[in-house]
């Protein structure tokens, strides 16, 4: 039997909520030629219940997988897990709180194969509010930053992605080629949370072309327990995201990465310092003040 042309890789961490309604999305596609790879982390509600039922459903089709003795290990390397058990020589990938449109593989597999030198393409999310009925936020796009439909090669999207205000590429939104994911090595272990998806595509932007698409291919759900929104809360985003940036200055500087893609990241990081030194000094005023 041939392998499935596309592996599916969702992660899940204690995500009962929603779950279901990510996975139905996916056997929903109207590309049906996939698998799917649901990898718990290691979870504690009944995330492993709802995955074990479609696993039954669908024998062949879906698969559950998990950390030796059901360990949490964080998103990069549950992610890494379902890679290193992926079939198919394209690869997507859902947060199991988001959900995807039904032609989101159809429209992409098409664009890969009629771009062979794109190892990626990627399109707008749907900034999703109108999912919770009390919703008082209207749903949204993010600005692409770029002319849409057509090919980018490195290192044009990589600088975009530093500006951090576009729409780049996002774990729910592409399909890669497996080859790609593995010339980048997966994602990185270390980042277990925030950013561990902007590490990947960094590493991938720069490796290879990409198709950026007008389209909407998937919604991405807004909710307070998100990782995203929980990070926000805490104020962590921007401790996380120098984070991000240090290491990626480190990577590109192990790999002797062109110049300025260095500078790029050095300039970016000084910015971002100084930002986080103004605010500081901005809230010791306003408690001297008080």
């Given at each position: 039997m041939a392998p499935p042309r596309v592996s599916v890789i969702i992660i899940v961490f204690n995500g009962e909520t929603y779950l279901a309604e990510a996975i139905d999305s996916v056997l929903g596609q109207t590309f049906t030629d996939f698998e799917l790879l649901i990898v718990d982390d290691g979870s504690t509600d009944a995330s492993r219940e709802i995955s074990a039922a479609y696993v039954e459903a669908h024998p062949g089709r879906v698969r559950l997988l998990r950390h030796p003795e059901g360990a949490n290990r964080g998103m990069s390397a549950t992610r890494n897990l379902g890679l290193a058990h992926a079939q198919g020589d394209l690869v997507a990938f859902l947060d199991a709180d988001d959900v995807w449109v039904p032609g989101k593989l159809a429209d992409q597999v098409a664009i890969l194969e009629r771009e062979p030198s794109a190892?990626?393409?990627?399109?707008?999310?749907?900034?999703?509010?109108?999912?919770?009925?009390?919703?008082?936020?209207?749903?949204?796009?993010?600005?692409?930053?770029?002319?849409?439909?057509?090919?980018?090669?490195?290192?044009?999207?990589?600088?975009?992605?530093?500006?951090?205000?576009y729409q780049t590429p996002t774990s729910s939104g592409s399909l890669l080629r497996k080859s790609l994911v593995d010339e980048v090595g997966g994602f990185e272990a270390a980042f277990k949370g925030m950013f561990e998806d902007q590490v990947f595509y960094a590493k991938a932007l720069l490796a290879a072309p990409t198709y950026v698409a007008d389209a909407v291919w998937f919604k991405y759900r807004q909710h307070p327990t998100s990782a995203t929104a929980t990070s926000a809360a805490a104020g962590a985003d921007d401790r996380a995201r120098l984070r991000y940036l240090t290491w990626l200055s480190r990577y590109l500087a192990n790999r002797r990465a062109d110049p300025e893609a260095q500078r790029a990241v050095r300039r970016t990081i000084a910015d971002l310092r100084l930002s986080r030194a103004k605010g500081f000094a901005r809230r010791v005023l306003r408690k001297v003040r008080r």
């Open positions: 190892g990626m393409v990627y399109g707008r999310a749907l900034i999703w509010h109108d999912w919770r009925p009390d919703a008082v936020e209207q749903d949204f796009v993010y600005d692409l930053g770029v002319e849409p439909d057509q090919i980018y090669r490195p290192p044009h999207l990589f600088h975009l992605q530093l500006k951090n205000v």
